[in-house]
């Protein structure tokens, strides 16, 4: 199985940003990743994910501001937010499914390892 660690979390005000981190313990050449947030209102639900063919796909309500990649090392994937809303408040994780071209949907079945998640917190 695959080890993930998720840093990068914080407090930050409305306007700000942050990039989160995904570091896994082998590379990530052959799956998809996923970053989803978790709530005490909505639970955990899909942010964004990036294909083996790193085609990025973003929920509505953070398309435009999030922005998802992989280090040309293979072994990280990022999620830099920007213009960060208080609704952006939750606790960040990762997680991967193998041997996917595309993104599956976002729902906890497709998705095989998850880390530890990283706390994000939006306020003035």
């Known amino acids: 199985q695959l080890q993930l660690v998720e840093s990068g979390g914080g407090l930050v005000q409305p306007g700000g940003s942050l990039t989160l981190s995904c570091a896994a313990s082998?590379?990530?050449?052959?799956?998809?990743v996923a970053w989803f947030r978790q709530d005490p209102e909505k639970g955990r639900t899909g942010v964004s994910c990036?294909?083996?063919?790193?085609?990025?796909e973003y929920v509505d309500s953070v398309k435009g501001r999030f922005s998802i990649s992989r280090d040309k090392n293979q072994n990280t994937v990022y999620l830099q937010m920007n213009s960060l809303k208080p609704e952006d408040t939750a606790v960040y994780y990762c997680?991967?499914?193998?041997?996917?071209?595309?993104?599956?949907?976002?729902?906890?079945?497709?998705?095989?390892?998850w880390g530890q998640g990283t706390q994000v917190t939006v306020s003035s």
């Open positions: 997680t991967t499914t193998y041997g996917t071209n595309t993104c599956p949907p976002f729902e906890l079945s497709e998705w095989d390892y």
């Open positions: 082998g590379p990530l050449q052959f799956f998809a």
């Open positions: 990036i294909s083996t063919q790193n085609n990025a």
